[in-house]
């Protein structure tokens, strides 16, 4: 005979809606065993009784038999071997029920009696069972509710230690409760079979013994097919025996290895969280907003399903859609009146669902799952092992260090001058697609055992705002502009936009040549904060202009930190999560040997990474354009300056040719017979004169030269 389908006992303990959409379907086959058996009693009952109407009661029987392929049971409804069987049966006793007169006595001993064993023990035994554990699973989830509800601001020791002794108590009831009802329900599968073909086969070894006239040609034509049949029943029941010693052996063992698994809260260092997951599965219980400040729980069954989280009640054949958790966030939260709470956001920000464990371990095993799913990693064909790759890299390469915070402080501008610019432009990137990272090594991009900053240290000191303010006093406003006088990027900040952004973390790299750089720079901080448990996040206004980019703190309106333009080399958003982007900043000088150090800054923001991108590109480009203006302008300021300056030499020349020709005239005039000058007196030119004169002729020479 085919296999006999049996509920998992190893399942028991998690109670999980499939497992009870299974027990429902053994329930729902054991009503329609219930129902075909007190059938079938009806008709051994009328061959006991009516022994004149045996013949009808035979036939009827037979009719039963044949009609057996037609019913639809839930567990079994294909066996073939059974089907077949049952219809030879039937021929028989349709070909016997003319020839049945009394049986009487035979009647009551092979065929009533185990049927009525059937019905009146194993059945009722069914029935009793199912009563007990519906009671146990009540009191299971009162006590589970009842633990639930334990508030973290005032905890009565006593009260907590008797809600869990509550919840231990009645788990292992109800596991054990469930264990046995499953056990039965198993075995009902080989009874009801056994229950089924030992009537038979003791009615017709009644009847082979009854008429004894045609038990020759009887014995002939159908006692192999009896000896088989007598064959598959004790197989049938030795498997039976067999499976009940193994299910009582499981039972046993599964007692053992559950009864840590009893306490609501179990011990970290005897049960370790699991990181590497990328499905899980459980009751958790969600919140609901009844009111604008009231809201009330419900406990629900919750598990992964791809990149989707699902939902399931008690009693529903298939669970439903809560959130898409595909590049979502998830970060653990405090609740007033429940411990052990944790938040998933999506992608967008517009829905988020806040969800309770039973303890911190499950809490800690759902936040890792979820941000394994997040970043896709059940793609893979190994999912499990890639996670535990990830972590494990993480963990070894990843440390926070609060070093970071001294070589941070060569970057402000109130210490260092503006750095040297390396390169004449910045590559923006709006979310291109890159070549593959297995082209380029890791180390090349990020150098390893980097320290990452998860926090913005410390707003510019007051040093670098009087300097900005070249010395003026004034108001300033949340662009940095000053309202007493005209700064040089109020003069040039002709771009002026504002973001939203939330700071994830710096990090110095390596290269600078390609948008890799950032993408690794976002998966190790990720990664880092997932490890580390770090979901805080610095929310800031980021001013882009045409001068440096700001950080602005939205409350206090004081520059944080302060990026000038031309050392930023490289922006990029993330390729999948567009919210994410990153830029790169290259510093002069930042290190004690005086070598440019080159690091990586990561935010979130709540519009898309690339439109940000996008404004730095212009920026840059503006500010190209206006340093191109400057010189351009510069440059014909100094040729104007040299024209004044040729002007002026050609106007002292002209004005030295007129004295010369003033005095040659003059000395023409007193140089002329018989006209002496006046007085007696000779017109002579002193040395003075002479010199100018020749001064003139050399600067005349000089200025045709130039011109």
Excluded at 31 to 57: P, T
């Amino acid at each position: 005979m085919p296999g006999i389908d049996t509920l998992p006992l190893e399942e028991t303990l998690e109670d999980s809606p499939q497992t009870r959409s299974l027990l429902g379907v053994f329930e729902e086959d054991t009503a329609a065993v219930s129902s075909y058996f007190s059938q079938l009693f009806k008709a051994m009952q009328r061959i006991y009784d009516a022994q004149n109407e045996l013949s009808a009661a035979t036939h009827l029987t037979s009719k039963l038999l044949k009609d057996y392929e037609k019913q639809r049971f839930p567990l079994g409804g294909d066996d073939e071997v059974m089907s077949s069987t049952l219809q030879q049966f039937a021929k028989v006793i349709d070909e016997l029920s003319s020839c049945h007169a009394i049986l009487s006595t035979q009647l009551a001993d092979a065929m009533m009696f185990p049927i009525t064993q059937f019905q009146e023990r194993d059945l009722r035994e069914i029935v009793i069972l199912k009563e007990v554990f519906q009671i146990a699973s009540d009191d299971h989830d009162t006590a589970v509710n009842r633990y639930s509800r334990l508030s973290k601001r005032k905890e009565n020791e006593k009260v907590k230690n008797e809600v869990m002794e509550d919840v231990y108590t009645s788990r292992k009831k109800q596991h054990e409760t469930i264990m046995h009802y499953f056990a039965s329900l198993n075995m009902l599968q080989y009874k009801k079979k056994i229950a089924l073909l030992e009537p038979l086969l003791g009615y017709m070894q009644a009847q082979i013994s009854f008429f004894k006239l045609g038990s020759e040609n009887l014995t002939q034509q159908w006692e192999e097919f009896l000896t088989n049949i007598g064959t598959s029943v004790q197989n049938v029941r030795r498997e039976m025996d067999s499976n009940a010693e193994a299910t009582e052996q499981t039972i046993q063992d599964l007692k053992t290895a559950s009864d840590p698994l009893y306490m609501p809260d179990p011990d970290p260092n005897k049960i370790p969280v699991n990181r590497n997951l990328t499905r899980k599965a459980g009751y958790l219980n969600t919140r609901y907003k009844t009111g604008l400040v009231s809201s009330t729980w419900e406990r629900q069954y919750f598990f992964t399903q791809g990149g989707n989280l699902m939902s399931q009640l008690r009693g529903d054949v298939a669970g439903g859609l809560v959130m898409d958790i595909d590049n979502c966030s998830v970060m653990a939260v405090d609740c007033d009146d429940r411990r052990f709470c944790f938040q998933i956001t999506v992608f967008d920000g517009k829905k988020a669902v806040i969800l309770q464990a039973e303890s911190r371990k499950d809490c800690e095993e759902w936040i890792a799952t979820i941000n394994n799913i997040s970043k896709r990693i059940y793609f893979s064909e190994n999912p499990e092992e890639i996670a535990a790759r990830v972590n494990q890299s993480a963990l070894e390469a990843v440390t926070p260090s609060p070093s970071f915070q001294q070589r941070h402080e060569s970057f402000r501008p109130s210490t260092q001058g503006r750095p040297k610019t390396g390169r004449s432009g910045s590559q923006c990137s709006a979310g291109s697609e890159s070549p593959a990272l297995s082209s380029l090594s890791l180390d090349s991009l990020v150098a390893p055992d980097t320290p990452i900053q998860f926090d913005i240290i410390s707003p510019v000191s007051e040093e670098h705002t009087s300097q900005a303010k070249s010395g003026a006093q004034g108001r300033t406003n949340p662009f940095g502009e000053s309202g007493g006088s005209k700064s040089e990027e109020g003069e040039d900040s002709i771009l002026h936009q504002l973001f939203i952004v939330r700071f994830l973390g710096s990090m110095e790299v390596k290269a600078t040549e390609s948008a890799d750089v950032i993408y690794e720079t976002m998966r190790q901080i990720l990664v880092a904060r997932a490890i580390h448990n770090i979901f805080r996040m610095t929310e800031s206004h980021l001013l882009v202009t045409c001068e440096c980019l700001k950080l602005i703190d939205p409350q206090t309106q004081v520059t944080r930190l302060r990026f000038p333009l031309s050392s930023v080399v490289l922006c990029a958003s993330h390729q999948e999560n567009k919210r994410l982007f990153g830029f790169v900043l290259k510093t002069a000088g930042g290190q004690e040997d005086g070598r440019p150090v080159t690091v990586c800054y990561v935010f979130e923001s709540n519009n898309d990474g690339e439109k940000i991108c996008d404004s730095v590109g212009l920026a840059k480009q503006i500010a190209l354009h206006s340093e191109m203006d400057r010189n351009a302008t510069q440059k014909q300021r100094e040729l104007d300056k040299a024209k004044e300056t040729q002007q002026e030499e050609l106007h002292k020349q002209k004005q030295i040719e007129k004295d010369l020709e003033e005095q040659s005239r003059l000395i023409a005039a007193s140089s002329r017979p018989g006209q002496p000058a006046a007085d007696g007196q000779i017109l002579v030119l002193s040395n003075s004169q002479s010199e100018d004169s020749d001064a003139g002729e050399e600067g005349q020479k000089k200025g045709e030269s130039e011109a």
